[in-house]
């Protein structure tokens, strides 16, 4: 069985390296530029992780200036099997109420300016994408959510959108008649980077608002979402160190692989 080696791509308040042991960090370049931040090292139990800040270590990044290929690639080239991707949500479902956990099993793209692709100069390849999450990592991290009583929803679509700006309330309701369950800025290109790459990538999404759509509701603001990320932090940490340990590789089980 193939050695795991896990990334953590760290959204709002989630890069902190104080979970893992023995600290370091390691600067990174790829045929694509560097990544967002320096890679941070170390161990949690047995297992090689590496923590990369999605927006820098001081989210200086906004979301369309991420360079999402470098970050991807940097963590292929260290050898990473797994990423497991935080990222704060909007809830566009009543049911997914503000501090609730999501594990998405689809996406919907509505990037417009983004490299979505590293297969772009002298070759082209048609990825598989019906199921873009990776399910076994997913279905851990399901079991261990119910392990702690953690409020959250085993499937969810999320919509990504540019950003930097909120959605107005016409594209909120749009986004729910898409069918769309939460909405974010970050979760594509990510996975589909991940799978032309052979790993296998999940995203822990925390809900910290609902968007604009819900009437009595404050609209989202950047000060809301960081107050909620706050305090969820602590519960999706705990989630990752707990789950961690139990992730395995199987070339056939792991759906990560380029069609």
Known sequence: MKKVKVGIIGGTGLDDPEILDNPGEKEADTPYGKPSSPLTTGKIGDMDVLILARHGKDHSI????VNYRANIYSLKQEGCTHIIATTAVG?????????????????IDFTKNRALTFFDIDKVVHTSMAEPFCKNLRSLLIKNAEDLNYRHHAEGTVVTIEGPRFSTKAESFMFRGFGADVINMSTVPEVTLAREQGICYQTIAMSTDYDCWKEGEEPVTWDMIVDIMNKTAGRVKTLILKTLPEIGYNKDQCNGEVA
């Open 62 to 65: 906004y979301p369309t200036g």
């Open 91 to 107: 809830s566009l479902r009543e049911k997914i109420r503000p501090g609730d956990i999501v594990f998405p099993d689809q996406f």
